[in-house]
């Protein structure tokens, strides 16, 4: 019995949630007044319901695609079909019929045609609705073109008309024309429809004025007067273009208005071809503009990050906002260190040259450091410095700062003596690091003889790879390290930082050092050890107070879209984990321009990221960048977080110290058992 | 000749002492030389003292206890009688 | 006549050259009757040239006069203090542990640097070095008591030695510190406190091996002859004791590195064998002391400056070769060093005052000093230099130097080259720190004051005895007086 009932709400949640991707806003409050506004003549809104739930559970039944038909796409055409239907034609069992068979019939178009545009990750948009209608209206006779002979909610009606007195003509026309996306002709539903994809998202709203506008004045200058206007085509394909399909920057703006011209274009050459045949345009051009420019960017073979023109990802798009943030982040995430590094030595070093340095660290070398030992007088040698012994760093083991193969080495360069360089071999002794994930790490200036790894060899962190020394364009002994992208001597250096270590004292998980710095790697002498990433499946809820509002929020251990370890969010909101070798770096992502329906605007800001030590030492707490002593309490870096753990290790509350009404309580459950 | 000293002797400005006796080389120093010096002009060691702390910043009874010390150097080198 | 006359004429002919000559000095001696004021006095020497071998060996001439210590004026830091004085500079110390700590730390990945107490036990010393970041090495339980009321915790204290009682021992299990045990008595106590305590305890054992001569027997468990193996096993065999640690101690002031690296290899090789029979997973070792400073020994041909390792030398010789141990990177266990001499010997310096000076009947000369082995117990090996607190011309001399005591073995040096001193006249003697403060014995004199000096500032760190303190725990039965 619960198995019924649970099967039927999700059939009635999903129906519902057709309406609102019917207007680019799948949410349930923009559904909700869209279903309403459909009801503006009762009879064709249940009409609009009833094709809904045809075409929906038609899907269903034929196993479409599991995530489209819960995101209510199937149920689409059938609502179209109902509301167009209802619009067209009169009322009676005959149109029924037709409407029943014709959500069925739309289902498996929908199906069929959803399963070959995937291939392209192409949007059927409406045009299973688009199919089914022609054939309903040529085959029945039925076309008759207005909606007057449906009844109306008479108040309503007479609002209308009211309204239609006050409005000039063109405004009136303009505002109506929302509604012509659900086939309504009131200005009620055309404000209600606004109002929804408004809540939804303030891009698209933007969007589908500008379109509407522009529509407009192409209708009329095409057509010298805006008799039989149909504002439809041109708000749904700026909705479209404008943030949903498509990210929501400058270029797209001229993008759709482009597409809006078109539209204009192709929908007044349609109608004067299907004069003849009595068949509405409908929003044929729509679908067809869409897709024709849809396709072009879909097909670039290009990195997303270089174009101008940007395409959503179908299974990734939510509203525009977050569509626009995701391009963000994603294009932020491709200039990204992927490797951690660690510090490729012992002890405390300083920093000789750094990035940008004033001697030899310019141009394409430009993100290099160059390290060296100095003493209590800082001092890099003891006596005179005459000898090549006399110098600290020189013989002390260099290592490996992150895991991955050698790649390639030099070892049999002679070291120079004191102050006098070699710049014909200037890297000396190298060795070359090639960490498998595109970027590669370089050492120079080892001692001659002294490397100890094999290309070939697989290192892991912090093995000993050979002794420092004066070889190359060394006048010192010191090492010098630099990451880059392609593994030949001599390639451009990336930007990088080291994931951790410490810089003149402070713990730092984004060390980027500058000249003179001290320099050390950390190690945490550890009790405990203790580690928040959990296992696949196990999913952990916790419950946000923020004085008068409670939010709850579940993670769910997964992999993100860029395939990184990744707490999901229920919310949708993105926690993205980075482990360093000490720490566990986790990034929330609650900034993001969200539509104000989505929880996370009610949210403070947690902070940039949570930083948690793996490794726990009894009774000891971080404020700021330092570790202190404390009882229970440990505080992360950045915004003054306090984590309580529990006995067992786990974290069991987060408190901001700043704002004490706001924390989180961590609450761990496993939703393997049901 | 009536002096005490051992035998021939030559002394430089700056307080070299050679021995013609037996060859040895010395070196003395200021107040070395100059009381060496006396004692080949034939002072004592009484007036000696007499002479230092007339010629020398310093207290008598210091005067006459170096003194005193270097007379007996000489005579441990073979140098005076 | 003519006899006579010749004979006369021969003397009248020298005398007027005598003449002759004088006058010619009279003429000089005009002169220089001329200049009204004095000249500078200095005592009359007269030096022998020998002929031979210079020493070309660089150091500090004597003649050298080192009027200043650590910024100050060592005659006033007498009048102010007294003779003689024991002088710390503060600053020295901090810099020996800072570059010993990152010879070790750029070669290994953890190493700590404990301070040997028994070389110097002072509360400021072991303060200051603590306070740069090192434990406590203590071999009794007064040491290890001294740790602990410096606020040292137990875990930061490792306690050594062959006699420790079992008190002591419940104490350091109980604050949780590091023991390495020396012998199966020792051993045999321990596993009782495991019991007593309910726990299993995690341990240290020493070893020795056959490196020097004469060998260093008496600590520990010797390896090449098996005992080491042995009482591992011994020790995990009743499942009281977990052998978390290895403690290997060569010898004191060792120059030659190669007993050093000779013993880490003996630790490497060992702790090798003892994890594959054992299953024995070290987290420390420790490699003890010995390292030598720049005091020249007795017996030794060349002055320390030319033999005395640097930091950086026993770090090489020894972290190398310890990293090469059946370990991955991230767990190799912690290296403890327990410098003394090395950290503590050239900090300290001695300004001592003429006493007074003899000639000895074999002509040479001999000066008696009011410091003697009472506080310096360490001539016995050492060859101290000896410098002037004040400008002291630079004729020096060959001279023994004696100590203060009433006792004929009191010789600080049998023969040195110093200066024309008197008495009242100050030396100063350099790199005093290592043991002759706490070997020092309360003999015919008062103790002296010991002073730190840092950044200009002069604090009296140990008064001077006073014969109230010396007698304090003396009691006079009646029947004893008059």
């Known amino acids: 019995m619960n198995a019924v009932a649970n099967q039927l709400s999700q059939i009635f949640r999903t129906s519902f949630q057709a309406y609102g991707v019917l207007a680019f806003s799948p949410h349930p409050l923009p559904a909700a007044l869209i279903l309403f506004a459909s009801f503006y003549h009762p009879v064709v809104g249940l009409m609009g319901l009833a094709g809904n739930l045809v075409s929906t559970l038609m899907a269903r039944w034929m196993h479409a695609n599991k995530d489209a038909w819960q995101a209510g796409i199937f149920g689409v055409s059938g609502i179209l079909i109902g509301l167009a239907l209802g619009k067209y034609a009169e009322p009676s069992v005959r149109i029924w019929i037709f409407l029943i068979v014709g959500s069925g019939i739309s289902a498996v178009i929908s199906v069929a045609l959803a399963h070959y545009f995937a291939k392209y990750d192409l949007p059927i948009l409406s045009l299973p609705f688009m199919a089914v209608i022609w054939l309903l209206l040529l085959s029945s006779n039925i076309v008759d073109g207005s909606v007057d002979h449906q009844l109306s909610i008479g108040f309503l009606k007479s609002i209308d008309l009211w309204l239609f007195d006050i409005f000039p003509l063109e405004l009136f026309e303009y505002l109506k024309m929302f509604g012509s996306i659900i086939f309504q002709n009131n200005l009620l539903s055309g404000v209600l429809v606004m109002i929804a994809i408004g809540l939804y998202s303030r891009i698209s709203l933007l969007f589908g004025l500008w379109g509407g506008l522009l529509g407009m004045f192409t209708y009329a200058f095409l057509h010298s007067s805006l008799d039989g206007f149909h504002g439809l085509n041109y708000v749904l394909i700026s909705l479209a273009l404008g943030g949903f399909f498509v990210i929501a920057n400058r270029h797209a703006f001229f993008f759709v208005s482009l597409a809006v011209i078109t539209t204009g274009l192709v929908d007044i050459a349609m109608s004067t071809l299907l004069v003849s045949s009595h068949l509405p345009p409908l929003v044929f051009a729509f679908n067809v503009v869409t897709l024709l420019f849809l396709f072009p960017l879909k097909m670039r073979p290009e990195s997303i990050a270089a174009l101008r023109l940007v395409p959503v990802p179908l299974y990734l798009i939510k509203s525009p906002e977050t569509n626009l943030r995701w391009y963000r982040r994603w294009s932020r995430q491709k200039s990204k260190q992927k490797t951690i590094l660690t510090f490729p030595f012992l002890g405390e070093w300083s920093i000789l040259q750094g990035n940008d340095g004033e001697w030899t660290h310019k141009g394409v070398g430009k993100y290099a450091w160059d390290f060296v030992v100095r003493d209590v007088r800082n001092h890099q040698s003891k006596g005179f410095g005459t000898e090549l012994t006399d110098y600290y760093a020189w013989g002390l083991p260099v290592l490996a700062p992150a895991p991955g193969i050698i790649y390639s080495l030099e070892n049999t360069v002679v070291d120079n003596p004191l102050q006098i360089v070699d710049t014909e071999r200037n890297w000396g002794n190298y060795v070359i690091i090639d960490h498998e994930n595109g970027e590669f790490s370089e050492l120079s200036h080892f001692m001659q003889g002294s490397i100890v790894v094999l290309p070939g060899q697989r290192v892991g962190r912090g093995e000993i790879l050979g002794r420092c020394g004066n070889s190359g364009r060394s006048p010192v002994p010191h090492i010098h390290y630099q990451l880059q992208t392609a593994p030949e001597v001599g390639t451009p250096t990336l930007p990088c930082q080291f994931g951790e270590g410490l810089v003149n004292g402070d713990i730092r998980i984004d060390a980027n050092p500058k000249k003179d710095d001290k320099v050390s790697a950390l190690t945490i002498d550890g009790g405990k050890s203790w580690s928040m990433l959990g296992r696949e499946l196990e999913s952990w809820t916790f419950h946000c107070h923020n004085r008068w509002r409670t939010f709850s929020e579940t993670l769910n251990f997964s992999t993100d879209v860029y395939g990184l370890p990744a707490l999901v969010s229920k919310n949708n909101l993105l926690w993205r984990i980075t482990e360093l070798p000490n720490f566990i770096v986790i990034r929330p992502d609650f900034k993001t321009f969200p539509s104000l329906l989505t929880a996370s605007v009610w949210i403070h800001i947690v902070g940039d990221q949570l930083i948690l030590p793996k490794r726990l030492k009894e009774g000891l707490s971080w404020e700021g960048n330092m570790l202190t002593h404390n009882d229970k309490l440990w505080c992360l870096s950045t915004e003054k977080q306090a984590i309580y753990i529990s006995d067992d290790g786990t974290i069991s509350e987060v408190r901001i110290i700043d704002q004490p009404k706001f924390q989180f309580s961590l609450k761990k459950r496993d939703i393997t058992k049901k | 000749m009536d002096s005490f000293l051992h035998s021939e002797f030559t002394l430089s400005e700056s307080g070299f002492l050679f021995d013609h006796g037996t060859g040895l080389t010395y070196t003395l120093n200021e107040t070395g030389r100059f009381i060496f010096q006396k004692i080949q002009d034939g002072s004592h060691a009484n007036n000696l003292v007499e002479l230092v702390t007339s010629e020398f910043e310093v207290a008598e009874d210091i005067a006459r206890k170096d003194v005193d010390d270097f007379f007996r150097q000489l005579k441990e080198a073979r140098i005076i009688h | ?482």
């Open chain 3, 1 to 482: 006549m003519v006899v006579f006359n010749v004979l006369s004429v021969h003397s009248m002919f020298s005398q007027l050259l005598f003449a002759g000559s004088s006058l010619l000095n009279l003429k000089i001696r005009t002169d220089d009757y001329t200049m009204t004021e004095k000249r500078h006095y200095s005592k009359p020497t007269i030096i022998r040239h020998t002929v031979g071998v210079m020493n070309k060996y660089g150091r500090p001439p004597a003649t050298v006069p080192m009027n200043r210590l650590v910024g100050h004026e060592v005659k006033e830091l007498v009048e102010n203090y007294g003779s003689p004085l024991f002088v710390l500079n503060v600053q020295e110390l901090r810099d020996n542990y800072r570059d010993m700590s990152r010879a070790f730390m750029t070669r290994y990945p953890k190493a700590q640097i404990a301070y040997s107490y028994k070389t110097n036990y002072m509360k400021a010393v072991c303060s200051i070095l603590h306070q740069e970041g090192a434990w406590a090495e203590v071999v009794s339980g007064f040491e290890y008591d001294i740790a602990r009321n410096l606020n040292m915790a137990g875990e930061n204290i490792i306690f050594n030695g062959p006699y420790k009682t079992k008190a002591e021992l419940m104490r350091a299990f109980s604050e949780k510190a590091l023991v390495n045990i020396d012998n199966y008595d020792e051993m045999q106590v321990i596993e009782d406190i495991a019991e007593e305590l309910g726990t299993v305890l995690e341990v240290g054992i020493r070893i020795n091996m056959d490196l020097n001569s004469p060998p260093w027997h008496k600590f520990g468990f010797n390896l090449e002859a098996g005992h080491a193996f042995e009482a591992v096993k011994r020790a995990l065999a009743s499942g009281k004791l977990k052998v978390v640690g290895l403690h290997i101690h060569v010898g004191t002031y060792i120059d030659d590195l190669t007993i050093y690296s000779r013993a880490a290899q003996g630790m490497v090789e060992f702790y090798r064998y003892i994890k594959e029979q054992l299953g024995v997973t070290l987290k420390y070792w420790d490699m003890g002391g010995g390292y030598a400073s720049h005091n020249t020994l007795n017996w030794a041909w060349l002055p320390a400056e030319q033999t005395c390792p640097t930091y950086d030398h026993y770090a090489e010789t020894i972290c190398p070769i310890l990293l090469n141990g059946p370990f991955a990177a991230e767990d190799a266990p912690k290296l403890f060093l327990e410098p003394g001499r090395a950290l503590v010997d050239e900090p300290f310096s001695l300004i001592t005052s003429v006493a007074a000076q003899k000639r000895m009947p074999n002509g040479g000369r001999g000066i008696v000093l009011d410091a003697g082995m009472n506080i310096l117990s360490s001539v016995q090996w050492y060859s101290y230099n000896f410098q002037t607190g004040q400008d002291s011309g630079s004729m020096i001399e060959d001279t023994t130097v004696y100590g203060g005591l009433c006792m004929n073995i009191d010789v600080l040096r049998e023969s040195a080259s110093v200066p024309q001193v008197r008495r009242g006249d100050l030396l100063v003697i350099p790199h005093v720190g290592a043991y002759n403060i706490s070997q020092s014995w309360q003999f015919i004199y008062l103790r002296p004051n010991v002073i730190a000096i840092e950044d200009g500032e002069v604090h009296v760190i140990k008064k001077a005895e006073t014969r109230e303190y010396v007698q304090e725990f003396e009691q006079v039965p009646d029947t004893f007086t008059k």
